[in-house]
């Protein structure tokens, strides 16, 4: 079984705090994704990562960076939190190749006061 | 329109009966769809990939419509621990790995 692993499940942190989010996975998977997800509005992709030190931006990535140093951790990273980042942060990964579903880390619930 | 549209329900049906959810897609060159499933406060976790010929698995049958691009999900004989939110997603292959669109989801809510 895939085992996709978030650091933290609950994380409360304060405006303007850099904050890092970790997320490992054993699979040796190829490509990695962080995503949050609200109410309404459904999963969004920050950032993903095809390779290591690879990264490419998703559909929201304004105020967010990543890293990728190893291929099996992806961190995301909040220069400077702000109360509209309170979200559910979801890492996930994926095997190389088109088609391939996503395996989902546990999620972290991460607010910001 | 978003990329991918689904009926946000709340789908409530007794315990037994048979539900089917439909999912519209904008993008006429997605390649792959699959079902996801998410409980309350928890990740989504895949059900099923969706293929064009259909496909079935055990109480649940996942359909694709190309030409209409739609995707629907059957469930038959409800159980309570069916009762969650149902995400339609959508791959778009960017070249450089497959990129997911997710629908807002669907919930079921199975009751006795």
């Known amino acids: 079984d895939v085992k996709v692993t978030q650091s933290s499940r609950y994380l409360v942190k304060r405006t303007g705090e850099k904050v890092f989010l970790e997320c490992v996975q054993d699979?040796?998977?190829?490509?990695m994704f962080w995503y949050r997800q609200d109410p309404g509005l459904g999963l969004r992709l920050i950032y993903f990562?095809?390779?290591?030190?690879?990264?490419e931006k998703g559909d929201i990535p304004e105020g967010y960076s990543v890293s990728r140093e190893k291929k099996e951790r992806f961190s995301l990273i909040l220069e400077s939190a702000s109360t509209n980042q309170t979200s559910m942060y979801l890492c996930?990964?994926?095997?190389?190749?088109?088609?391939?579903?996503?395996?989902f880390g546990d999620g972290t619930r991460l607010s910001i006061l | 329109r978003k990329e991918v549209e689904q009926d946000p329900g709340p789908f409530n049906v007794p315990e037994g009966a048979t539900v089917a959810f439909n999912c519209t897609y904008s993008?006429?060159?997605?390649?792959?769809f699959f079902w996801y499933r998410q409980d309350c406060r928890k990740e989504p976790k895949l059900l099923m990939s969706v293929y064009s010929s259909g496909n079935e698995d055990g109480r649940f049958t996942a359909q694709l419509n190309r030409a209409s691009q739609y995707i629907s999900l059957l469930i038959r004989d409800s159980k309570l621990s069916d009762s969650a939110t149902y995400l339609c997603v959508v791959n778009s292959n960017t070249g450089t790995a497959s990129k997911l669109t997710f629908g807002t989801g669907t919930r079921l809510q199975v009751t006795l």
């Open positions: 990562s095809y390779d290591v030190k690879m990264k």
């Open positions: 699979m040796d998977h190829e490509n």
């Open positions: 993008n006429s060159a997605s390649q792959s």
């Open positions: 996930a990964s994926a095997s190389g190749g088109a088609n391939q579903p996503q395996h």
